[in-house]
């Protein structure tokens, strides 16, 4: 313990490679170490041996802690519309999404069903959708672009990832079913406006409480044989979730909605701090150096907070304001800062994901390198 | 904790019906019990946040006690060699079976793969293969009876599930892939005869020690690519493994291993006592009410225990003696057991599969419902 603790503490040599290509939410890791013991899960050896949680639940691997805690937080939040819908635990979201496209495309189509999104959309989507070539489903790219009257799948990412904007479907067709991914709609990074009531909404513990290595997520979904066919995804791909990941989640979830409910220590005031000053200190310096420029974010009310509030997105969504051609990703590489560039999320090369939720040391680290291009490019008269 | 632990022992209703379909491994449940808290496992909030466990390591999301706990079973058990091959974790053994078909086959080829196994085979390869109607893989049934001089990936389940025989290859082509499930292979099952030394053998968490409800399996991979490739699937379908899970499993592991190094509660001994126990008592009832017979099972010298021993597989496999038609599956429903057909495996409905691995009082209710049915055959005149 004492040697995991040191090894968070341990200071980067300064002249480390920096790893913000994706998005390891390692910056809550103080938050949790200040919570202590009422956050630490404790499971005993003869516990949740089963392949079971609750067979009386369409989801039979769904455990019945976890199902009371998201229920509980949403309330609390009032992010998302929980009743009427059916709550699909998965091995994080990236499991969920593929079982809903399991679950939404039909086996006795002759064709896959085509999948799209509106530009810029996460790279991972594409990948995950084509990689084992199913006969299901398949990538299709732009859905602004998307011109087909074949049914299809349009995927609503919202806040956007990568460029932190509220969204809604942009094809207006018919046939057309909808995947909301809603990892980041939490007040830590977004304003929350309304409580989201899609047919099939998807969050992710990852992103909400930092999580990332529990890989759980769930699925609030409207309609019962959608849900049961994701379940039976989940159940062929892996035969459920881990039981001590959804038991820890649940833990965590309700340390959350127990700060929520308090004066200090509230997880989502601590989160929205922590990003605003952020975003504020990656704008001054961005601001200097004149080599970027940054997205812009609406004031609007938060229901959560009661009052107005901006956008500090998981994310920061850079344009290159130099020569239009210019590989961005390849020139943070060689300072030593990895990055993600647009052309994965199908823009191009002057665009890049700069991950925001890595540990304060290496954000430090981050704006240091970009404080010390722009006076670089100050000295060559650039 | 009180509440569980007594749902664990509150007595079953005699007229329940008893699952025995599923091959859900609760009979360890005592044993964990008795050794209280050397298997707890304790995680603080702020542990674990990231999805990296060991970067420097092949499979990025494999934590590092897990490995050496892994390691140092297999080298007491001398079931498999470690040595020479890459250890990749999976969400259960289900999603590394599925990974291997993903690492063994080309992107490039026009026809999906072949996949077969020798009948009768584990039910689930055909639906887990084919679910997703991959243009990578398809399932291609009993590999006795396939004849293409195509490519093809052969499972070989040995000890065979349903079965419980020692299996080898039986298609002798070339061009052809083995994946070995081993998933049985533990003394508590089997003779150990010698170390397997395959190219790829799989393991899962749920049938060493009885906690499917982690999910937790890992494959022993002799070729890097492969073993890289099956780590990509796993990156796509889940992002990693939950580490909460393999931390809890890396302590289970240790505690299996700590005990095989002392005289009195040893798992394997404690686990082959009771297989011992229930086979000798099912083959009693069997015997007795002549409606099925059961397969024999060589002794062998197990390697393990350093004595001749006898297979004692976690499912019976029982064969009606009666006519030739009969649905076995239904005929056992309308005494309240539900098991798996023979039409499952490949065979016909005379053959069913019965776990052997259920809470005591669970088997104790079969061997009765077995008793009463040859009771009853006889009062009839059967």
């Known amino acids: 313990l004492q040697e995991k603790q040191n090894s968070m503490t341990k200071k980067l040599p300064s002249d480390s490679v920096i790893n913000l290509d994706h998005g390891d939410p390692k910056m809550f890791e103080p938050y949790w170490q200040k919570m202590g013991d009422k956050c630490t899960v404790v499971i005993s050896g003869w516990q949740s041996l089963s392949y079971f949680s609750d067979i009386t639940n ?83 790219g732009d859905a602004y672009k998307y011109k087909g009257d074949q049914p299809y799948i349009e995927l609503v990412t919202s806040p956007n990832n990568p460029d932190g904007f509220i969204r809604e479907a942009v094809i207006n067709g018919s046939g057309g079913k909808l995947i909301h991914d809603l990892a980041y709609y939490w007040p830590h990074y977004t304003p929350i406006t309304t409580p989201a ?77 922590l990003m605003a000053k952020r975003w504020e200190r990656l704008r001054s310096v961005i601001g200097r150096n004149g080599l970027f420029s940054l997205p812009e974010y609406p004031m609007e009310f938060c229901n959560f907070f009661g009052e107005l509030t901006e956008a500090h997105p998981a994310f920061a969504w850079l344009k290159s304001e130099e020569e239009e051609s210019k590989d961005t990703e390849s020139f943070l590489r060689a300072h030593k800062i990895l990055t993600r560039s647009g052309k994965h999320f199908g823009v191009d090369t002057t665009y890049l994901r700069i991950s925001m939720l890595d540990r304060e040391e290496t954000f430090d680290l981050l704006l240091q390198r970009l404080s010390n291009m722009s006076s670089k490019g100050r000295e060559n008269g650039a």
Not at 201 to 222: D, E, N, P, Q, Y
């Open 197 to 273: 009531d899609h047919d099939l909404m998807l969050f992710t513990v990852s992103k909400c409480t930092g999580h990332a290595g529990s890989r759980i997520g769930w699925a609030l979904v409207k309609d019962k044989e959608v849900a049961k066919k994701m379940t039976k995804f989940i159940e062929l791909n892996t035969i459920g979730v881990s039981k001590d990941s959804q038991l820890r989640a649940a833990k965590i979830l309700k340390a959350v909605s127990d700060s929520c409910r308090q004066d200090y220590d509230n997880f989502f005031d601590y989160g929205r701090g």
């Open 58 to 140: 369409l989801c039979w691997f769904l455990e019945p802690e976890l199902v009371e805690e998201i229920r509980r937080l949403h309330h609390l939040v009032a992010n998302a519309e929980i009743e009427g819908h059916y709550i699909v635990v998965g091995t994080g979201s990236t499991q969920l999404f593929q079982a809903a496209l399991y679950a939404l495309s039909s086996p006795d189509s002759a064709e896959p069903i085509n999948v799209v999104s509106a530009v810029p959309y996460y790279s991972s989507y594409q990948a995950v959708t084509d990689f084992l070539r199913s006969g299901l489903y398949r990538w299709a």
